[in-house]
């Protein structure tokens, strides 16, 4: 049923479309969907960053990204400099990373002339929203950077991935400087396992948990609001370690290891305006879904719910009449297991490429796919067993599944609410509890001259 697509006629950006774009029936369902693989909050050489926007873009070229987003810190400059545009084939987008008094926020779609004028978190949202901006929550449960002001209304949504937290965990061992000997041990022996095989290394931040921000993710979904999940790659390519700087990782890797796919209801047509209206019109509302693309790449991923002639996808609401039928489909490689949530647990899932499943209930469904390399035994005892869950073997078997798709929700709505309609604006939202605070041990990592984003 999927097949590949796009027009003839649009030069180099055809070969972009990449991109799966995925027919699906019936007609009347509307468009297909054009897939469309990026990065998100990428840094320059206009903050902290080691990359200019011509090393920034070839390497997303060469990564096969249909576009990036650079979010340097506290600045717009770089769209006064005329460098929101196309660089060869890849869209170049420019937001920035504002710092407020809560935490870091990504304020995406601005003009170049924006000025926010203060820290105060709330009055940079809705001065963000007022010029006709949005903007998510970056890196907002990390342990090193936290949003600490979860009263704030008016976001659109939050980073479920951040790349650079990511590898925190792993610094993060290597902080613990009650023991200095252990801890240089620990980073020589992390610096030897990247100078040897750097995608390995790259590779196995993918395996370390975003699990409190689904857990922060579901809780926000659960007050009935609609909130979009991005991957950001957070890259900077600049490590300074006691006075040197290292560029690791590259802007390469980190390219190669997260990625968020927007799904266009148009294809992009190779101009730098209307190309970047349908982007940020798949990141307002949530027609994302988020990639280890390390496992592989996942241009063909569909998650759509379809009754009665309606259909709904990613960040889209549907209204339940009798059962609305979710389909999922993933890549049909590296053992996928499938899991679809219903409130933030799971209520289906499937070990192979395709799982469908009838709500009845209205809630919020996301999926997460993970690749069972490496763990067919184990399913066979699981079959075996017949343990009802994928969580299950999350819990116990961590190691053998590898994350891999993410998605963002689907809203089945009951009856009595008003759930069709394409597209609504990112809404307001209400409060969330749980402030987190800044972790002590990394205090020490900064001392030592080891740090990622280093504007305040
Ligand atoms: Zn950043
Ligand atoms: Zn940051």
């Known amino acids: 049923m999927a097949q590949l697509c796009g027009s003839r006629s649009q030069g180099a950006l055809r070969v972009i479309a990449v991109v799966a774009c995925v027919l699906f029936g019936p007609p009347a369902a ?13 840094h320059t050489v206009y903050s902290d960053g080691s990359g200019t926007f011509q090393e920034v873009a070839e390497t997303a070229k060469a990564t096969q990204l249909a576009y990036i987003i650079t979010t340097d810190h506290n600045t717009l400059e770089p769209i006064r400099d005329g460098h929101q545009r196309y660089w060869g084939r890849v869209l170049v987008l420019v937001g920035t990373e504002i710092s407020t008094d809560a935490g870091h926020y990504l304020a995406l779609d601005l003009p170049g002339s924006f000025e926010w004028g203060t820290r105060d ?14 903007g998510v929550l970056a890196h907002p449960v990390s342990e090193r950077w936290p949003w600490t002001d979860w009263s704030v209304t008016s976001i659109a949504g939050l980073e479920i991935i951040n790349l650079a937290s990511l590898m925190d965990a792993d610094l993060r061992a290597v902080t613990q400087m009650n023991l200095p000997g252990r801890s240089l041990r620990r980073l020589a022996g992390l610096a030897q396992r990247y100078l040897t095989n750097p995608d390995a290394v790259m590779a196995s931040f993918a395996n370390n948990t975003v699990d409190r921000e689904r857990t922060q993710w579901d809780a926000l979904l659960r007050e009935g609001r609609q909130y979009i999940g991005t991957a950001g790659v957070d890259a900077h390519a600049r490590i300074p370690v006691a006075g040197t700087v290292y560029r690791v990782p590259t802007y390469r890797e980190a390219f190669e290891t997260v990625q968020t796919y927007a799904v266009a209801l148009e294809p992009l047509r190779g101009d730098a305006e209307s190309d970047r209206r349908e982007i940020y019109r798949a990141y307002r509302n949530g027609r994302l879904y988020m990639v280890y693309p390390r496992v592989a790449p996942a241009p063909e991923f569909r998650f759509v719910a379809e009754e009665a002639g309606r259909v709904a996808t990613m960040g889209q609401p549907i209204t339940l009449a009798e059962r609305v039928r979710l389909t999922v489909e993933a890549p049909d490689h590296s053992h996928p297991i499938i899991r679809l949530l219903r409130n933030g647990t799971e209520v289906a899932s499937a070990e192979e490429a395709r799982l469908e499943w009838d709500a009845t209930q209205p809630g919020v469904y996301r999926v997460e796919v993970y690749a069972g390399v490496g763990a067919g035994r184990l399913f066979d005892i699981r079959r075996g067993l017949r343990l009802p869950r994928v969580e299950e073997l999350l819990r116990s078997r961590r190691q053998e599944l590898q994350p891999w798709i993410m998605s963002n929700p689907i809203y089945v709505r009951g009856t009595g609410t008003s759930a069709q309609g394409e597209d609504p604006v990112f809404p307001a939202i209400g409060t969330v509890r749980r402030a987190s605070r800044i972790d002590p041990h990394y205090a020490a990592l900064e001392a030592a001259g080891i740090c990622c984003c280093m504007l305040p």
């Open 121 to 134: 978190a709330q009055q940079v949202i809705d001065r963000v929203n007022a010029a006709g901006g949005f």
């Open 30 to 42: 509307g468009a297909p969907y054009y897939n469309y693989p990026g990065a998100i909050h990428i």
